[in-house]
């Protein structure tokens, strides 16, 4: 943040084609990316019901290979990823010590001994000093920054298989949520992965950057017909927030543990060395002060990031994420709130820019894939 | 889009359309397209005095919030409840949406803000 003024903006391998689709262009994690195109509103219910087509190269890859390499990245990923198959992939996060969120990421199983982490842009370079220091403790393993190896497009909605299996030979259909495969996609040597951040089926697909260009226009070309259209950043962040998925520098940070966030389920217990577990098995046996909960507004009202929760005249939490949804139409957002005050159906009141406005704990994902809205 | 004559314009991209001693509220075209698609708005009670300067409401996008002020002094005579169930008709029609109609104090204070051709050069 401090550097931003002496470090040159970084963009992506697809940034001509933003500014040709007269993209609205922001910095973002040091990064120049496509905030939105035609509107959030609309790229949002494209991806609900159409497809929509991300570029999100500026995620950071880091791969970890050797023969030890299952030890070290059970070292520094609160999962069990002792428990992937080659070709399976799993949620994760990376604590610090302190049982807190360092960054979350995906992990994906390339060979029984070769890992690639998915992180984000903004931690990708803390992430990789981090992890290249705890590998080294492990012993025969490295860690690698391949984050210029990749170009990384997602294909996110229901029509996604059907306008991206023209273009490849691998059978989309085969490959399970949370796994991933190999093909070509128009042509380029490609990843596919069934993951993504919006609650939709569809596909991330890792390619050479001298290659995404041509990846990007196939699929747009292949998906005219079927309405899929680009989407930004915006929708990113509303459709991630709509499926109750975490952000991290929001809702999650080195401030907050897994089981605060209500991600218990994402931790390996069966893993026993990863660091942080020893603060989070007595957080555990402690019980929790504060959860992250999910909430929908009873008053009129759009509560944001940062706004306080307040009890008695007193702050008590704070909203980490909140919006009005495009899909469902209503207000939601997500608070770290008391424990006491954290179950289904409490009423809480939010401090939106000096007026009380309250709001009512719901259960997460606000929106799941095929309901209404 | 084009921007009308018939009214004034302030550097926070709000316009101002007097007829009489009233006068309607809105934000102009750069305003609405700098935002995004308008998803919430918060608009003062008939009867309150607005302060030359000072925030009135607020409007909200997706991803913002950008405080609505009071480009000149008077008292909100009318309020478009309408835009409270339809905010994304400032999207479609920034010009014609009228947010607040206020009666001024002080038609000279209207006068004194920019015209169509001052704002337009603001913009670049």
Known sequence: MTDAADTEIRKTALN????????????????????????????????????????????????????????AVQRIACSDPALLQVGQAQYSGLLTPEGTFIDDLIIYRMAPSHFLLVVNAGNAAKDFEWIS??????????????????????????????????????????????????GEVANARATIARTGYTGEDGYEIF???????KVWQAILDSGESAGVVPAGLGARDTLRLEAGMRLHGSDIDETTTPLEAGLGWIIGWTNETFIGRERLLEQKAQGLARNLVGFEMIDRGIARHGHRVMQDGEPVGVVTSGTQTPHLGKAVGMAYVPTAQSSL??????????????????????YKKGSQA | MAYPNDRKYTKDHEWIRLSGDTAEIGITDFAQEQLGDVVFMELPEVGSQL???????????????????????????????????HPETVNADPHASWMVKVRVSDAGAVAALLDNAQYQSLLG
């Open chain 1, 16 to 71: 001509a084609r933003h500014r040709a689709l007269q993209a609205r262009m922001v910095p973002f994690a040091g990064w120049e990316m496509p905030l939105e195109y035609a509107g959030i509103t609309s790229e949002h219910l494209a991806v609900r019901t159409r497809a929509g087509l991300f570029d999100v190269s500026h995620m950071g890859e880091i791969e970890i290979a050797g023969k030890d390499a299952l030890l």
């Open chain 2, 51 to 85: 302060i030359a300067g000072d925030a009135f409401g607020s409007i909200e996008s997706v991803k913002a919030v950008s405080e609505l002020f009071a480009p000149v002094a008077g008292e909100v005579v009318e309020v478009n409840d309408a835009l409270k169930n």
């Open chain 1, 133 to 182: 220091e705890q590998v080294k403790a492990v012993g025969n393993a490295a860690a690698i920054d391949s984050s210029s190896r990749y170009a990384l497009i997602a294909i996110q909605g229901p029509a996604s298989l059907d306008v991206l299996q023209p273009l490849t030979g691998a059978d989309l259909a085969e490959i399970q949520p949370f796994w991933f495969s190999y």
């Open chain 1, 207 to 213: 390619v050479p950057p001298n290659m995404a260009d």
């Open chain 1, 345 to 366: 159906g409490s009423t809480i009141e939010i401090d939106i820019r000096g007026r009380a406005a309250n709001a009512r704990v719901v259960k997460m994902p606000f």
